[in-house]
């Protein structure tokens, strides 16, 4: 599939370059590497989010960010989506899937629906940024620096800093490639992981005290509900690493935030210690992910959610 991809980049022109809505640091790295990969070529191309999307600030750093269009109404002749596992994360840039004659779906989602012509899944790449340098690699262009930084932070966020068991052997040596392009981890650090808002600190500060730990079924989860959105002055996508704080505690296997959105419906982000499977429980709540991070959306009150998730670890294990 990669050679049918490099082959198709190669031959056309006029690309359109999506992610999934919220994006993190893998969709904006590896959209914002494609694009390098694409300029590269001297091929004509759209980086596109839509008109509701929220950019996280700590990845506008990256060389690139400034040409994200916002925009619900793309064109182009080949629609390349990243790190969507299936349509509905595209949003509302989902209809510009139906118009393109030739679709291309590049993810590393192991629950990926393989929703375009050309689709290349590989679940044992730590992110899609990792995959489009294995693209580059496969077309032969000399990696620039610029690349090199949007591949190395897809990576590096989606390993959860080289932690979670999608860490292997063969991304850090492609991470040793990056760096020897020119990325200077500290700088990477910086900008990502020390430079949050007091408004992020609050809210992180307000999620913490808000926890409720059963150490029985081994679930911590916190509620954050628009109201608390308002006491902090922070947005929803600044609760982005809560749920990683309420899995480092000892003896918790799951780890769930409940986001209030503002049309009142949940959002859950999941994270989970082996044995557990998150990716399972929430594609049976019908979301999608990893086996150690996931989510899915409810219409349910937090207080059901809880309950279900609850039921469902108790009769899982
Ligand atoms: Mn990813």
Not at 40 to 50: E, F, I, P, R, Y
Not at 96 to 106: D, G
Not at 158 to 175: C, F, M, P
Request: proline share 4%; with cysteine.
């Amino acid at each position: 599939m990669i050679s049918a991809i490099s082959e198709t980049l190669k031959r056309e022109d006029d690309f359109l370059v999506l992610t999934h809505v919220q994006p993190d640091g893998d969709g904006i790295g590896a959209m914002l590497a494609l694009g390098h990969l694409l300029e590269a070529l001297g091929k004509k191309h759209t980086l596109a989010v839509n008109s509701a999307v929220d950019i996280p600030p700590q990845y506008k750093f990256l060389p690139g960010a400034d040409r994200l269009t916002i925009t619900d109404d793309p064109t182009g002749k080949v629609l390349v989506a990243l790190d969507a596992a299936n349509e509905s994360r595209l949003g509302s840039l989902v209809t510009a899937l139906k118009r393109f004659p030739m679709t291309i779906n590049i993810d590393h989602h192991p629950d990926n629906s393989a929703f375009a012509k050309i689709n290349w899944i590989d679940p044992t790449a730590t992110s899609t940024s990792e995959m489009v340098y294995d693209l580059w690699l496969q077309i032969g262009l000399p990696l620039n620096k610029e690349a090199a930084l949007c591949i190395y932070v897809g990576m590096l966020t989606d390993t959860g800093r080289w932690q979670y068991s999608n860490t292997t052997g063969r991304s850090l040596e492609k991470a040793a490639k990056l760096l020897d392009a020119g990325v200077k981890p500290i700088e990477v650090f910086r900008r990502i992981f020390e430079s949050y808002s007091v408004e992020w600190f609050k809210l992180l500060a307000l999620g913490l005290q808000k926890a409720v730990f059963d150490k029985e079924a081994g679930l911590a989860h916190a509620v954050i509900g628009q109201s608390d959105l308002k006491a902090t002055g922070a947005n929803m996508a600044e609760t982005e690493n809560l749920v990683d704080w309420l899995r480092s505690v000892g003896g918790i296997n799951v780890a769930m935030v409940l986001k209030e959105t503002r049309q009142g419906e949940i959002k859950v982000s999941l994270r989970s210690q082996d044995p557990v499977d998150v990716g399972l429980l929430a594609r049976r709540f019908g979301g999608g992910g990893h086996r150690n991070a996931s989510g899915f959306t409810s219409k349910d009150t937090p207080e059901n959610i809880v309950k279900n998730v609850k039921k469902w670890l108790t009769d899982s294990s």
